[in-house]
């Protein structure tokens, strides 16, 4: 507007005040299609500048107009805008009227999950917090058992490694809280370092899938989320105390959150555990007692269009390993294998006494997101780990105190994954991760070192896709090439150098030859490629199909390498071997899942070739002063795994329902044509379980357990010169091979939900595992020469929400 | 070469706990020694162990048998025998021979002698006699154990059937008796 108008604008309202100037229009404004109040409509008339709104009741008063022809502009959120023109010359009452047009939303349906998928094709299962929390007092291993196909490795009851159709330890990736565990996972008796009351959610991937996380996962991925905090003003917690009377222990867990609607959120967790001796059926598992303590806190801002985590946990476990299982020479382990009972047992105490294991595990990460408008998510992660593991064994003299094996593993991981997710029927993720990671074994031990000194950085980068080609199918494909380069320092004793006859091959390596030792520098680097190619079809409501194909690369860990000497708790001499090259696996996977009335179903047959498969079996014997040994050495064969996953549910009515799981694998050495050694056997799960909304949420559950006996295994047997007790030497066979008896078991599970205030309840659950007290080993649980399994255990938990 | 080897060269470890030799000497009455040894270089390497007796004993005579336990993997080596007296509680020498062979062994300490202040009679094995009886051949073992049930029936006289605990250490010797 120019100056000439606006002076004659001015001109016109200050001679306008000379005009009458103070009459009100006042009266509602209302719906036109149904005479309803319309609250907020805002009246103007703009050249007199003299505005109103109607109130919670529709009306409004315009005051301070001028007589003479008026217009006054009525606009309404929800309305078209209208204008009206009204003579002026007193005081008057006015309704209007409007056209009111609800905007009418589309039936959209948003289903929300609040932990997606891993992958699209790939076989997958997830456990929820109720399945979680039953497991507070235990640990990771146990709970992933519930999921069909997932078995464990175990020593005793308190180390459980999961086993993935068939494959574990390196071979499966932990994912905690968005970090690949570094916790010294090559060894078969090194349980998972992480508080399983820290998630929320567990996923299992069965396979290699979820490229995003690894190219190596020849078995699969765990993993685990802790709670994803709401965006609003609230504080909320849970406390779980347990008490167990095998171990004759207890558990206590709680956590607390603080969340803000601005999207901060601060939450901090604790864990608790104390327990004592096992018991098996007959006789105490002496020394088998665990404490556990555990923290974590984190602090984090989510707005949706950007966030950042800030997350650190620690992990502290000291696990008492059975005394009946260290054994001195391999005549011990002859007869502990023909014994009916232990060779030690002793009344039940909670002291945990050397072999034990002490194990701390410290994390700590940073996240940042952002999302970017019509492009996707960024998402910035570092993360440091610290993980320390003393092992302690029984020793002489002034170093009966120290430990065997200190070994700490310190690793930096950096990772950047962009999601490109604008295109509906498209998302593409883009990633790059690099890590360090130095491992230290102490030799204050007073031990010839068991893992070498080492130095180890990856650089890897990825890009997975997923297509929606049509309503009803998606397909899904990535790749992913690592780079791996270790540098290792190593003393080889020279009779061990030669008689692995490294010289020709590795000559060039040493570089210092001492008295009976050698000072060596091994160097390896490794260019992995995995992919992954599948496709799920919706058949209908009611079925989906799901077919998965991926090969991943997995390099020889520390000890499949570098392993060298006396096992003393186990009495073998394990040997690893420079010259070992990396695995190859390709694996299908077709899943079907789908209901039909009251009944629902999964289906998961699976393949798997894996060219390098890395083994360790014994294989010749070496005199020693303490006797003979068997050389148990690494390997690579060529094998092949198939199996399949079944888990089928039956609602009979409101209250009742049957969940059954079967799965069976079948794991061959091509190169030798036999069994492959420590496979599952098939194993079939049956559960009943009552539930009553109505009566507190009560919920009674049966189960039976059934493990057959493993009738596929490879023969290891060997024959070993043993000094008898009347000085005589002869040979004797050990009987290694063997997997003991099928077994049946039956597990009872209850609990019960109370109100105790506005917001708060109260869970109690009341749990026997083992009903009838059987006797029983499992061919996987590598304390099975010695002694029995769990003996029955009467649980119960108090689960506070609040 | 060590002038251009990396920085931070990890220290070496001598294992500490490792015995490679035993040394047995029988003394004769008339001051005639035999001894057998078991040397392994290497510990528990994969050298075997490589044995040697001096001689053959006499008939019919009692010898007075002493044990040494080394580490020869240090020099100088260590003495581990010091150990196992500090220790005499927590260890005991078996005794074994081949049927064929006619002789028998019988303890000749205490934990009492080794340990100032015990007045326990159980014992460790560092001396003991060998009786020998007509001329004959086989072999003897030498066991060591740490920590035996010394308690445990027949464990005290030298029957290593009930002792449970851990082999440390064990030696077969070829005997001749003529």
Redesign the interface.
């Known amino acids: 507007m120019n100056y000439l108008k606006f002076f004659a604008l001015l001109f016109i309202c200050l001679t306008g005040q000379a005009q009458q100037c103070d009459y009100t229009l006042s009266g509602k404004v209302i719906d036109f299609h149904d005479g309803s109040n319309l609250i907020g409509a805002v009246l103007s008339v703009e050249s007199q500048q003299v505005y109103a709104e109607t109130d919670l009741d529709g009306n409004y008063s315009l005051q301070g107009l001028c007589a003479g022809k008026t217009v006054i502009t009525v606009t309404h959120p929800e309305c078209d805008v209208k204008t009206f023109t009204i003579e002026i010359s007193k005081d008057l009452t006015r309704d209007f009227k409007l056209e009111h047009h609800t905007e009418e939303l589309n039936q959209v349906t948003v289903k929300g999950e609040k932990y997606r998928a891993e992958t699209t094709s790939g076989a997958e299962e997830s456990l929820k917090t109720e399945t979680l929390e039953n497991f507070s007092g235990g640990s990771l291993g146990d709970a992933l058992k519930e999921v069909s196909g997932v078995s464990s490795l175990n020593t005793g009851s308190t180390v459980v490694k999961p086993i993935i159709q068939g494959l574990h330890s390196s071979r499966v990736l932990i994912i905690n809280n968005g970090t690949r565990m570094a916790d010294q996972e090559w060894g078969v008796e090194h349980a998972p370092n992480l508080d399983i009351n820290t998630a929320a959610n567990v996923t299992v991937v069965k396979g290699a899938g979820a490229l995003r996380y690894g190219g190596d996962a020849v078995g699969g991925v765990i993993v685990t989320d802790p709670a994803v905090a709401p965006v609003k003003d609230t504080l909320f917690g849970r406390t779980i105390f347990g008490a167990m009377s095998n171990g004759r222990g207890t558990s206590m867990t709680s956590s607390l959150t603080k969340a803000y609607k601005s999207g901060f959120h601060f939450t901090g967790q604790g864990t608790l555990k104390y327990f004592g001796d096992r018991e098996a059926p007959d006789y105490v598992l002496s020394n088998t007692g665990n404490r556990e303590q555990d923290f974590s806190v984190s602090v984090g801002l989510n707005k949706f269009t950007y966030g950042f985590e800030a997350y650190y946990s620690y992990y502290h476990a000291n696990i008492g390993i059975l005394r009946a299982s260290h054994i001195g020479s391999v005549g011990d382990l002859v007869t502990a294998i023909n014994a009916a009972i232990p060779n030690y047992v002793r009344p039940f105490t909670s002291t945990i006494d050397p072999p034990r294991q002490d194990v701390s595990h410290q994390l700590a990460k940073i996240n940042v997101f952002k999302r970017f408008e019509n492009a996707g998510k960024l998402d910035l992660t570092y993360s440091f780990q610290l993980n320390n593991r003393q092992e302690y064994d029984i020793r002489r003299g002034d170093d009966r105190d120290k430990p065997s094996l200190d070994l700490e593993l310190t690793t930096h991981t950096i990772n950047g994954n962009f999601e490109w997710n604008s295109n509906p029927d498209f998302t593409a993720n883009f990633g790059a991760e690099g890590m360090y990671q130095v491992n230290f074994p102490d030799p204050d031990t007073g031990v010839r070192r068991l893992i070498p000194d080492y130095t180890m950085y990856t650089a890897a980068g990825y890009a997975t896709v997923d297509y929606n080609l049509s309503e009803n199918l998606v397909f899904d494909a990535g790749a992913r090439y690592d780079y791996i380069n270790i540098d290792a320092k190593k003393y080889y004793q020279t009779s061990r150098w030669e008689e692995r006859g490294y010289d020709a091959d590795f000559g060039n390596i040493v570089r210092q030859r001492l008295d009976n030792q050698l000072y060596t520098t091994p160097e390896f680097q490794y260019n992995n490629l995995s992919a992954t190619l599948g496709a799920k079809y919706t058949f209908s409501d009611y079925l989906t199909g799901r077919v998965n194909l991926s090969s991943a690369s997995r390099a020889p860990n520390p000890a499949e390498l570098f392993s060298d000497g006396l096992h003393h708790s186990a009495a073998v001499i394990e040997l690893g071997d420079l010259r070992l090259d990396k695995e190859q696996s390709y694996k299908a996977s077709v899943s079907l899942d789908g209901s039909v009335g009251d009944f629902s179903f999964g289906l998961n047959p699976f393949y798997n070739k894996i060219d390098n498969f890395i083994i360790l079996e014994p294989d010749a014997i070496e005199q020693t002063t303490r006797g003979a040994f068997p050389v148990y050495e690494y390997r690579q064969v060529n094998a092949r795994l198939y199996g399949i996953d079944v888990n089928a549910k039956y609602r009979f009515d409101e209250h009742f329902d049957l969940d059954g799981d079967f799965s069976y694998v079948n794991g061959q050495d091509l190169t030798r044509n036999r069994a492959l050694i420590d496979m599952p056997a098939p194993n079939w799960t049956n559960t009943l379980t009552y539930t009553n909304t109505k009566l507190n949420n009560l919920t009674l559950g049966i189960r039976s357990q059934s493990v057959f006996k493993q009738t596929r295994y490879p023969d290891n047997d060997f024959t070993v010169p043993v000094l008898q007790d009347n000085g005589e030497t002869i040979n004797q066979t050990v009987q290694i091979s063997h997997p003991p008896a099928g077994y049946n078991l039956f597990h009872f599970n209850s609990s019960i939900d109370f109100k105790v205030a506005q917001h708060s309840n109260l869970t109690l659950g009341f749990y026997v595992d083992n009903i009838l007290d059987t006797s029983f080993r499992e061919y996987l649980n590598r304390q099975r020469y010695y002694v029995d399994d769990l003996g029955r255990n009467f649980r119960i938990q108090l689960k506070f929400n609040y | 070469?060590?002038s251009c080897?990396?920085d931070d060269?990890?220290?070496?470890?001598n294992?500490?706990?490792?015995?490679?030799t035993?040394n047995v000497t029988l003394t004769g009455p008339s001051g005639d020694i035999v001894t057998l040894k078991?040397y392994?270089?290497?510990?528990?390497?994969?050298?075997?162990?490589v044995v040697t007796v001096s001689g053959p004993l006499t008939a019919n005579t009692i010898y007075s048998g002493d044990i040494e336990l080394l580490n020869q993997?240090v020099?100088p080596a260590e003495n581990i025998t010091l150990?196992i007296e500090?220790?005499a509680h927590?260890h005991q020498f078996f005794f074994?021979?081949?049927?064929a062979l006619n002789t028998s062994f019988a303890y000749a300490d205490t934990e009492a002698d080794y340990i100032s202040g015990s007045d326990s009679v159980d014992p460790v094995g560092i001396a003991f006699t060998l009786s020998t009886a007509e001329a004959s051949s086989?072999?003897?073992?030498i066991?060591l154990i740490?920590?035996p049930s010394k308690e445990a029936t027949g464990v005290a006289s030298g029957?290593?059937?009930n002792a449970?605990?851990?082999?440390?250490?064990?030696?077969?010797f070829p005997v001749t008796v003529e």
Not at chain 2, 40 to 49: E, M, R
């Open positions: 070469m060590s080897s990396n060269i990890p220290a070496i470890v294992q500490e706990e490792v015995i490679t035993m078991s392994d270089s290497d510990g528990d390497g994969p050298n075997a162990p993997t020099f150990e500090e220790e927590e074994a021979k081949s049927d086989g072999t003897i073992s066991t740490h920590e029957d290593i059937i449970a605990g851990e082999t440390d250490f064990v030696a077969t």
